[in-house]
T-cell receptor
Framework: KNEVEQSPQNLTAQEGEFITINCSYS?????LHWLQQHPGGGIVSLFM???GKKKHGRLIATINIQEKHSSLHITASHPRDSAVYIC????????????FGQGTILTVHP | DAGITQSPRYKITETGRQVTLMCHQT?????MFWYRQDLGHGLRLIYY???????DKGEVPDGYVVSRSKTENFPLTLESATRSQTSVYFC?????????????FGDGTRLSIL
């Protein structure tokens, strides 16, 4: 079993819909990252969080340390949100090394 | 411009050849990382460095060599390229003062080994 599991693997939505991507992990962590990768493109860090909730524009990330679970929400989705979203965790003993989920492929249709 | 840059962006080579991928960052970040990204495996750590002259293996280090003589540069060398090393390679850096900070990724190098 992978240390970091994301769901769903693929997600299709219509423009304007509210989207949720989930990430569960099995190790003790000091921080969790959400990353975005557009097709053929580089990787951008969206959030790094260790507790609670963070918001940036239409994106919201939450984490529940006790349940070892994080969610990434996109409100009022837009076709430009189409990308791969990757969850990655920094565990206590990893000295800066991230462990990545497999990614969620999001497609938003106009 | 400030940032993290990788070169080349695309590279085609033959099995057995030596290939070096370059990574340069202008933030004076302490930590630098090399990842490979493959379908079905996601991102996997090859090597990382906590500071100049300090490097350590990641999850998939076999067949790769790194060095870090200067803080800003972290080249990755494939000593004798194999087809299984065909992949997209990403360099990243973080943390002037530690690794509890977001990692900043380069644009990637798409490497094909024939």
């Amino acid at each position: 079993k992978n240390e970091v599991e994301q769901s769903p693997q693929n997600l299709t939505a219509q423009e304007g819909e509210f989207i949720t991507i989930n990430c569960s992990y099995s190790v003790g962590i000091s921080a969790l990252h959400w990353l975005q990768q557009h097709p053929g493109g580089g990787i951008v860090s969206l959030f790094m969080l260790s507790s609670g909730k963070k918001k940036h524009g239409r994106l919201i990330a939450t984490i529940n340390i006790q349940e070892k679970h994080s969610s990434l929400h996109i409100t009022a989705s837009h076709p430009r949100d189409s990308a791969v979203y990757i969850c990655a965790v920094l565990n206590y003993t990893s000295y800066g090394k991230l462990t990545f989920g497999q990614g969620t492929i999001l497609t938003v249709h106009p | 411009d400030a940032g993290i840059t990788q070169s080349p962006r695309y590279k085609i080579t033959e099995t057995g050849r030596q290939v070096t991928l370059m990574c340069h960052q202008t933030w004076s970040h302490s930590y630098m990382f090399w990842y490979r990204q493959d379908l079905g495996h996601g991102l996997r750590l090859i090597y990382y460095s906590a500071a100049a002259d300090i490097t350590d293996k990641g999850e998939v280090p076999d067949g790769y060599v790194v060095s870090r003589s200067k803080t800003e540069n972290f080249p990755l060398t494939l000593e004798s390229a194999t087809r299984s090393q065909t992949s997209v390679y990403f360099c990243a850096s973080s943390g002037k003062q530690g690794f509890y900070q977001p990692q900043h990724f380069g644009d990637g190098t798409r490497l094909s080994i024939l």
